[in-house]
């Protein structure tokens, strides 16, 4: 078999579509939104290449439209997720011992697929699942997917020219293996994105995937199932399953050759699965790799110095953009006194322009929460943030879920800089303010630092860089994703790595070469061209 030393192509951000009115990408994920609105999907498991069905099924429904069933799922017993894994197993060796190049040309196949044919389906899936107009789905199941498959093809490349020195009688060399069993892959309603790279990224270095996706997000899933496998994985390399997450879990956890988890999602069930592998650490064939991104309470601080539209637009956008349900929204921010009347005025006025409801009316900015859940949870605080004679809602605090679950944006402004709503992580499009006297700066600063258990994103706004250097000292432990004079999201693959540390994850930044790495195993070998026939070293001469 020939041989080479392959240069991949070089990885560059998927540019992001405007769909303007007219434009020919606007027409066509309005008919493809249209036709899986009308259609009605049977989503089976995905095991070792074959459908499964098991007849124990739930529905799926677009949150801002609840009463519409766009289809049904099938959840795994037992016995499923065992086959899932023996499956993942068996698969492994091959897959592990493929050329590397052939692993990569699937998933920039893949990444052509969605560039290409499946662009409208993904994104107008990730539109009625998730409920997100179509920008936020452009930049997630379009253009983020695409970067994370060809960017970390390039990352692989570059990790394994990674080698170490050797001299002319020894040859050193690195060999990047992948774990020693399986990989298993959680995945989170809000990015159909990570729900895709969480699998494939482990999948690429050589490892196999038992993959479970969010309940709230099985239908576009489902389309990322599609795309792989016409892309080329092979069967058994990356198997989905639905169902209870407690026994799908504790089934993965229980298998003595789990390699390693790749998980999105709440700091609670993280932990809680640290702890279970934990309790079965001695069961296990080697030590698992935990990688997690989990929650976040971000942060916006403006300095007096700071342009009060532009720190208004960062709320704006950072707080209310996909209703607040990213892990990097803002979700808190601290002004001063001196700019409060114009950063307020400036918000009132964007925050009344925005439209909300189906994602289909293009013109909507806001649409749906994801769940009756989460609905229920964000309407508690707003009406206790009502109640509270320490808080006041100032802007939104109305909700109506007949139809769909939609809780307006709202801003909530209290005197109590540890007011409930500024330390508990809520997802939604609720953020509150706390205004601070001027002279205080360095004390707020503090403050921020202190308040949160979570340390993913947060952004200072600043025009004197004197005052943005001594935040970002002074916050270098809050924010493992650091915004000067922009909102705290938005991650671009290849440009800002993602991840942040303390109750928000273990920081491997998705999106680099760093998260890559932990799904590998290096193997050290030196070859030496002469051997030693004598023990004797020099020193023991007479």
Not at 37 to 52: C, F, M, R, T, W
Not at 170 to 187: D, K, M, Q, S
Not at 316 to 325: D, I, K, L, M, V
Not at 528 to 536: E, I, N
């Amino acid at each position: 078999m020939g041989k080479g030393v392959f240069q991949v192509p070089t990885a560059i951000n998927e540019p992001i579509k405007s769909y303007a009115p007219g434009t020919p990408e606007r027409e066509e994920v309005l008919a493809a939104y249209k036709e899986l609105y009308n259609a009605s999907v049977d989503v089976p498991l995905y095991i070792n290449g074959k459908e499964i069905r098991t007849g124990d099924t739930g529905t799926m429904a677009p949150p801002h439209d609840h009463q519409h069933i766009l289809g049904t799922y099938h959840k795994a017993e037992k016995k499923h997720i065992q086959e899932a894994i023996d499956t993942a197993i068996q698969a492994r060796e091959e897959w592990a011992n493929l050329a590397w190049e052939q692993r990569a040309a699937v998933f920039l196949r893949a990444a052509e697929l969605i560039a290409g044919p499946y662009r409208a389906k993904i994104n107008a899936a990730t539109m009625l699942a998730q409920s997100k107009n179509i920008f936020q789905a452009e930049i997630d199941a379009a253009c983020e997917f695409i970067d994370f498959l060809r960017f970390n093809v390039e990352f692989m490349t570059k990790i394994y020219e990674d080698q170490p020195e050797s001299t002319s009688g020894a040859w050193n060399r690195i060999e990047y293996r992948p774990l020693e069993g399986f990989v298993y892959a959680i995945t989170p309603f809000n990015f159909t994105a990570i729900s895709g790279n969480l699998p494939a990224s482990a999948a690429l270095m050589g490892n196999t995937v038992v993959w479970k996706p969010s309940d709230s997000q099985i239908f576009s899933a489902q389309v990322i199932v599609e795309i792989f496998k016409e892309a080329g994985i092979p069967d058994g390399v990356i198997n989905v399953v639905y169902g209870d997450p407690v026994m799908i879990t504790d089934t993965v956890l229980a298998s003595p050759d789990f390699a390693g988890i790749h998980f999105t999602g709440s700091s609670h069930v993280f932990k809680d699965i640290w702890a279970k592998i934990g309790t079965n650490i001695h069961h296990y064939k080697t030590y698992p790799r935990i990688v997690g991104e989990t929650g976040g309470k971000d942060f916006i601080i403006a300095h007096p110095s700071a342009n009060a539209k532009q720190v208004a637009t960062g709320i704006s956008r950072g707080a209310f953009e996909y209703q607040g349900q990213k892990c990097s929204a803002a979700s808190r921010a601290y002004i001063p006194k001196s700019l409060w009347s114009d950063v307020e005025k400036f918000l009132k006025e964007d925050i009344a322009s925005f439209k909300m409801g189906s994602p289909e009316d293009m013109s909507n900015f806001i649409t749906a929460v994801i769940h009756e859940g989460s609905f229920d949870k964000l309407a508690s605080y707003i009406d206790q943030a009502k109640k509270d004679e320490n808080a006041e809602v100032i802007i939104g605090g109305g909700y109506d879920k007949s139809k769909g679950y939609f809780i307006e944006p709202t801003v909530i402004l209290t005197k109590d800089p540890k007011y409930t709503t500024m330390c508990t992580e809520l997802f939604g499009p609720v953020i509150t303010i706390y205004v601070y006297e001027d002279s205080e700066w360095s004390q707020t600063l503090e403050l921020v630092d202190q308040t949160s258990e979570y340390a993913l994103t947060g952004a200072i706004f600043s025009t004197d860089r004197y005052a943005a250097t001594e935040a970002t000292k002074a916050l270098q432990n809050s924010a493992g994703n650091f915004y000067i004079n922009d909102k705290p999201t938005g991650a671009v693959v290849g440009q800002q790595p993602f991840g942040g540390a303390r109750a928000s994850g273990t920081n491997d930044k998705a999106g680099s070469y760093l998260n890559l790495l932990r799904w590998v195993s290096p193997r050290t070998i030196k070859e030496t061209f002469v051997s030693p026939a004598d023990y004797r070293y020099p020193f023991l001469g007479e």
